[in-house]
Protein backbone atom coordinates (compact mmCIF):
# COMPACT_ATOMS: atom_id res chain seq x y z
CA UNK A 1 0.00 0.00 0.00
CA UNK A 2 2.84 2.34 0.59
CA UNK A 3 4.17 1.60 -2.76
CA UNK A 4 0.82 1.74 -4.33
CA UNK A 5 0.51 5.46 -2.86
CA UNK A 6 3.96 6.70 -3.55
CA UNK A 7 6.39 6.39 -0.44
CA UNK A 8 9.25 4.54 0.54
CA UNK A 9 9.87 4.60 4.19
CA UNK A 10 8.49 3.90 7.49
CA UNK A 11 7.23 6.58 9.96
CA UNK A 12 5.75 8.21 7.87
CA UNK A 13 1.95 9.58 7.79
CA UNK A 14 -0.72 9.84 4.59
CA UNK A 15 -3.46 12.34 4.62
CA UNK A 16 -5.32 13.15 1.28
CA UNK A 17 -2.71 12.95 -1.12
CA UNK A 18 0.31 14.49 0.96
CA UNK A 19 3.19 12.69 2.95
CA UNK A 20 4.72 13.72 6.56
CA UNK A 21 8.13 12.03 7.64
CA UNK A 22 8.66 12.59 10.67
CA UNK A 23 8.41 14.59 13.45
CA UNK A 24 9.85 17.72 11.77
CA UNK A 25 6.58 17.70 9.68
CA UNK A 26 3.95 17.25 11.86
CA UNK A 27 3.32 21.10 11.78
CA UNK A 28 2.15 20.80 8.09
CA UNK A 29 -0.32 17.80 9.03
CA UNK A 30 -1.94 20.01 11.47
CA UNK A 31 -2.58 22.92 9.78
CA UNK A 32 -4.01 20.85 6.59
CA UNK A 33 -6.08 19.45 9.90
CA UNK A 34 -7.31 22.33 10.99
CA UNK A 35 -8.15 23.81 7.98
CA UNK A 36 -10.45 20.80 7.34
CA UNK A 37 -12.01 21.79 10.39
CA UNK A 38 -11.12 18.48 12.35
CA UNK A 39 -10.05 20.21 15.00
CA UNK A 40 -11.96 19.46 18.28
CA UNK A 41 -11.34 23.09 19.76
CA UNK A 42 -10.09 25.69 17.98
CA UNK A 43 -6.49 26.31 19.02
CA UNK A 44 -4.33 29.84 18.71
CA UNK A 45 -1.04 27.88 18.07
CA UNK A 46 -0.08 24.84 16.24
CA UNK A 47 0.26 21.94 19.39
CA UNK A 48 3.72 20.96 17.47
CA UNK A 49 5.57 24.16 16.00
CA UNK A 50 8.59 24.02 13.47
CA UNK A 51 11.41 25.01 15.94
CA UNK A 52 13.10 28.92 14.55
CA UNK A 53 16.57 29.55 14.60
CA UNK A 54 17.09 32.43 17.27
CA UNK A 55 19.84 34.59 16.88
CA UNK A 56 20.75 34.75 20.48
CA UNK A 57 23.05 37.51 21.84
CA UNK A 58 26.21 36.21 22.81
CA UNK A 59 26.31 37.58 26.60
CA UNK A 60 30.60 38.51 26.54
CA UNK A 61 32.99 37.69 23.73
CA UNK A 62 34.30 34.10 23.13
CA UNK A 63 37.41 33.13 24.25
CA UNK A 64 37.21 30.36 21.79
CA UNK A 65 36.23 30.48 17.81
CA UNK A 66 33.96 27.23 17.38
CA UNK A 67 34.20 25.14 13.94
CA UNK A 68 30.65 24.14 12.41
CA UNK A 69 31.18 21.75 9.82
CA UNK A 70 28.88 21.33 6.60
CA UNK A 71 28.57 18.80 4.97
CA UNK A 72 26.99 19.35 1.66
CA UNK A 73 26.53 18.10 -2.30
CA UNK A 74 25.68 20.26 -4.69
CA UNK A 75 22.64 18.16 -6.19
CA UNK A 76 20.99 18.44 -2.73
CA UNK A 77 17.74 20.40 -2.66
CA UNK A 78 18.01 19.98 0.83
CA UNK A 79 21.87 21.43 0.75
CA UNK A 80 20.21 24.68 -1.46
CA UNK A 81 17.49 25.31 1.56
CA UNK A 82 20.20 25.20 4.70
CA UNK A 83 23.20 27.40 2.70
CA UNK A 84 21.86 30.42 3.98
CA UNK A 85 20.90 29.78 7.34
CA UNK A 86 24.36 28.00 7.64
CA UNK A 87 26.10 31.30 6.85
CA UNK A 88 24.17 33.31 9.31
CA UNK A 89 24.64 31.24 12.20
CA UNK A 90 28.48 30.99 11.60
CA UNK A 91 28.61 35.02 11.21
CA UNK A 92 26.43 35.78 14.55
CA UNK A 93 28.00 33.07 16.51
CA UNK A 94 31.76 34.39 14.70
CA UNK A 95 32.03 30.07 14.24
CA UNK A 96 34.83 28.91 11.54
CA UNK A 97 32.48 27.50 8.89
CA UNK A 98 34.10 24.55 7.31
CA UNK A 99 32.31 23.49 3.99
CA UNK A 100 33.24 19.56 3.84
CA UNK A 101 31.54 18.70 0.40
CA UNK A 102 30.41 14.82 -1.17
CA UNK A 103 29.62 13.92 -3.99
CA UNK A 104 25.44 12.81 -4.44
CA UNK A 105 24.48 9.47 -3.66
CA UNK A 106 23.92 8.69 -6.65
CA UNK A 107 27.04 9.42 -8.12
CA UNK A 108 28.46 7.45 -5.25
CA UNK A 109 26.51 4.16 -6.30
CA UNK A 110 23.62 4.85 -4.27
CA UNK A 111 20.52 3.94 -4.75
CA UNK A 112 18.30 6.46 -5.57
CA UNK A 113 14.52 5.54 -6.43
CA UNK A 114 11.72 7.29 -8.12
CA UNK A 115 9.52 7.48 -5.17
CA UNK A 116 12.38 9.64 -3.18
CA UNK A 117 13.31 11.96 -5.92
CA UNK A 118 9.54 12.77 -5.72
CA UNK A 119 8.85 12.87 -2.13
CA UNK A 120 12.63 15.13 -1.91
CA UNK A 121 11.27 17.35 -4.47
CA UNK A 122 8.09 17.83 -2.83
CA UNK A 123 8.88 18.06 0.40
CA UNK A 124 11.44 20.56 -0.41
CA UNK A 125 9.13 22.81 -2.04
CA UNK A 126 6.70 23.13 0.82
CA UNK A 127 9.95 23.71 3.51
CA UNK A 128 11.12 26.44 0.67
CA UNK A 129 7.64 28.36 0.83
CA UNK A 130 7.63 28.73 4.74
CA UNK A 131 11.50 29.95 4.42
CA UNK A 132 10.49 32.04 1.83
CA UNK A 133 12.84 30.74 -0.78
CA UNK A 134 12.45 30.16 -4.12
CA UNK A 135 12.36 26.85 -5.43
CA UNK A 136 10.62 24.44 -8.22
CA UNK A 137 12.32 25.35 -11.60
CA UNK A 138 15.08 22.66 -11.71
CA UNK A 139 17.57 21.35 -14.23
CA UNK A 140 19.36 18.92 -12.57
CA UNK A 141 23.29 18.94 -12.07
CA UNK A 142 24.09 15.58 -11.43
CA UNK A 143 27.22 13.93 -13.70
CA UNK A 144 29.58 16.50 -15.12
CA UNK A 145 27.94 19.57 -13.97
CA UNK A 146 28.78 18.27 -10.20
CA UNK A 147 32.04 16.89 -10.48
CA UNK A 148 32.80 20.40 -12.59
CA UNK A 149 31.17 22.42 -10.18
CA UNK A 150 33.42 20.43 -7.11
CA UNK A 151 36.44 21.45 -8.81
CA UNK A 152 35.72 24.95 -8.54
CA UNK A 153 33.81 25.06 -4.75
CA UNK A 154 37.12 23.46 -3.86
CA UNK A 155 39.16 26.42 -5.44
CA UNK A 156 36.53 29.08 -4.24
CA UNK A 157 36.91 27.57 -0.78
CA UNK A 158 40.84 28.57 -0.27
CA UNK A 159 39.78 31.81 -2.02
CA UNK A 160 37.54 32.48 0.82
CA UNK A 161 34.08 32.67 -1.69
CA UNK A 162 33.11 28.89 -1.05
CA UNK A 163 29.75 30.14 0.62
CA UNK A 164 29.17 32.21 -2.41
CA UNK A 165 29.77 29.89 -4.59
CA UNK A 166 28.22 27.17 -3.31
CA UNK A 167 25.12 29.45 -3.24
CA UNK A 168 25.08 30.90 -6.68
CA UNK A 169 25.09 27.11 -7.94
CA UNK A 170 22.82 25.68 -6.13
CA UNK A 171 20.42 28.47 -6.75
CA UNK A 172 20.95 28.21 -10.04
CA UNK A 173 19.82 24.61 -10.36
CA UNK A 174 17.30 24.72 -7.95
CA UNK A 175 15.42 28.02 -8.04
CA UNK A 176 16.69 29.54 -11.16
CA UNK A 177 15.94 26.66 -14.09
CA UNK A 178 20.08 27.39 -15.02
CA UNK A 179 21.59 24.38 -16.79
CA UNK A 180 24.97 23.63 -15.56
CA UNK A 181 25.25 21.60 -18.34
CA UNK A 182 26.77 24.28 -20.38
CA UNK A 183 30.48 25.25 -19.79
CA UNK A 184 29.89 28.76 -20.12
CA UNK A 185 27.03 28.81 -17.41
CA UNK A 186 29.48 27.01 -14.87
CA UNK A 187 32.05 30.51 -15.50
CA UNK A 188 29.53 33.00 -15.35
CA UNK A 189 28.74 31.43 -11.95
CA UNK A 190 32.28 30.90 -10.95
CA UNK A 191 32.70 34.53 -11.98
CA UNK A 192 30.22 36.05 -10.35
CA UNK A 193 31.54 34.71 -7.19
CA UNK A 194 34.88 35.86 -7.55
CA UNK A 195 36.62 32.93 -9.30
CA UNK A 196 38.82 34.46 -12.21
CA UNK A 197 39.25 32.60 -15.25
CA UNK A 198 42.54 31.37 -14.85
CA UNK A 199 41.43 30.38 -11.13
CA UNK A 200 38.79 28.81 -13.25
CA UNK A 201 40.74 26.77 -15.62
CA UNK A 202 43.40 25.57 -12.74
CA UNK A 203 40.61 24.28 -10.58
CA UNK A 204 39.25 21.71 -13.66
CA UNK A 205 42.36 20.48 -14.77
CA UNK A 206 42.97 19.49 -10.80
CA UNK A 207 41.76 16.50 -9.74
CA UNK A 208 42.93 17.44 -5.78
CA UNK A 209 38.56 17.67 -4.95
CA UNK A 210 38.04 13.73 -5.33
CA UNK A 211 40.38 13.22 -2.63
CA UNK A 212 38.59 15.54 -0.45
CA UNK A 213 36.09 14.38 -1.51
CA UNK A 214 36.30 11.28 -0.55
CA UNK A 215 38.07 12.14 2.92
CA UNK A 216 34.66 14.28 3.61
CA UNK A 217 32.50 11.11 2.97
CA UNK A 218 34.78 8.92 5.39
CA UNK A 219 34.41 11.82 7.81
CA UNK A 220 30.43 12.32 7.52
CA UNK A 221 30.27 8.26 7.68
CA UNK A 222 32.12 8.24 11.00
CA UNK A 223 30.35 10.34 12.15
CA UNK A 224 27.52 7.74 11.80
CA UNK A 225 25.79 9.88 9.39
CA UNK A 226 25.17 9.39 5.14
CA UNK A 227 23.30 12.18 3.85
CA UNK A 228 23.20 15.66 3.31
CA UNK A 229 23.12 18.18 4.41
CA UNK A 230 24.91 17.47 7.47
CA UNK A 231 26.35 19.46 10.27
CA UNK A 232 28.59 19.41 13.14
CA UNK A 233 29.75 22.31 15.60
CA UNK A 234 33.60 20.46 16.25
CA UNK A 235 32.95 18.93 19.95
CA UNK A 236 29.42 18.46 19.95
CA UNK A 237 27.48 15.33 18.20
CA UNK A 238 26.69 15.25 14.29
CA UNK A 239 23.36 16.35 13.14
CA UNK A 240 21.64 15.27 9.86
CA UNK A 241 18.70 17.49 7.84
CA UNK A 242 18.10 21.63 6.83
CA UNK A 243 15.72 21.30 9.40
CA UNK A 244 17.73 20.66 12.27
CA UNK A 245 19.70 23.52 12.51
CA UNK A 246 18.21 24.73 15.66
CA UNK A 247 19.71 22.17 17.31
CA UNK A 248 23.23 23.55 15.73
CA UNK A 249 22.80 26.83 16.90
CA UNK A 250 22.11 25.45 20.66
CA UNK A 251 25.47 23.68 20.38
CA UNK A 252 27.07 27.13 19.04
CA UNK A 253 25.50 28.65 21.90
CA UNK A 254 27.36 25.78 24.51
CA UNK A 255 30.22 26.15 22.42
CA UNK A 256 30.91 30.31 22.52
CA UNK A 257 29.88 29.88 26.36
CA UNK A 258 33.28 28.07 27.47
Known sequence: ?????????????????????????????????????????????????????????????????????????????????????????????????????????????????????????????????RLDLPFGNVVDPVGKPVEDGLAILCRAIAKGRGTAFLSAFLTAAFAEGVDTHQPRVLRRIALRCGVSDLDLEDALSDPAWRTIASVNREALLASGLWGVPSFRVVGYPSVWGQDRLWMIERDLVMATRV
Open 1 to 129: MRRRLGHYLGATIYFEGEWYWGIDRLHYLEKRLQRAGLAHRPLETLLIEPQPLRFLPLARPSSTRPTLEFFCSLRSPYTYLAVERVQRLAEHYGADLQLRFVLPMVMRGLPVGFAKRKYILLDTKREAE
